[in-house]
């Protein structure tokens, strides 16, 4: 098992930028896909965003978050992070960062990290 921890979430005005962090330990990356879902206030949990923890470190996004949003990953620090360009008001949400041993990258992740609160006013 791997534990998870966010970071880098608040209060943002539309037009800014944020950039989420995600720093892994307990397990060793290898084979792991790593991800980004948000619940949004009075909605269900979502997909935003993966990466494959691999030498191809093949990315995945959400239709709403395409060309906005960008992960990565920094293979040293054993940390994801997720950039978010132009935020709007409707990715204000709780963050969770989240790794499996995974095919698909929509999940099903095992481990899941607190959250982080994102928050787009405009």
């Known amino acids: 098992q791997v534990q998870l921890v966010e970071s880098g979430g608040g209060l943002a005005q539309v037009g800014d930028s944020l950039r989420l962090s995600c720093a892994a330990s307990g397990r060793t990356l290898s084979r792991y896909m790593m991800g980004w879902s948000r619940q949004p206030p009075g909605k269900e949990r979502e997909f935003v965003a993966a990466i494959n923890w691999s030498s191809v470190g093949s990315t995945y996004y959400a239709d709403s978050v395409k060309g906005r949003f960008t992960i990565s990953r920094d293979n040293a620090k054993n940390t994801v992070y997720l950039q978010m360009n132009d935020p709007k008001g409707e990715d204000t949400a709780v963050y969770y960062c989240?790794?499996?041993?995974?095919?698909?990258?929509?999940?099903?992740?095992?481990?899941w990290g607190q959250g982080t609160q994102v928050t787009v006013s405009s």
């Open positions: 989240a790794a499996g041993v995974l095919v698909n990258p929509r999940g099903p992740y095992s481990a």
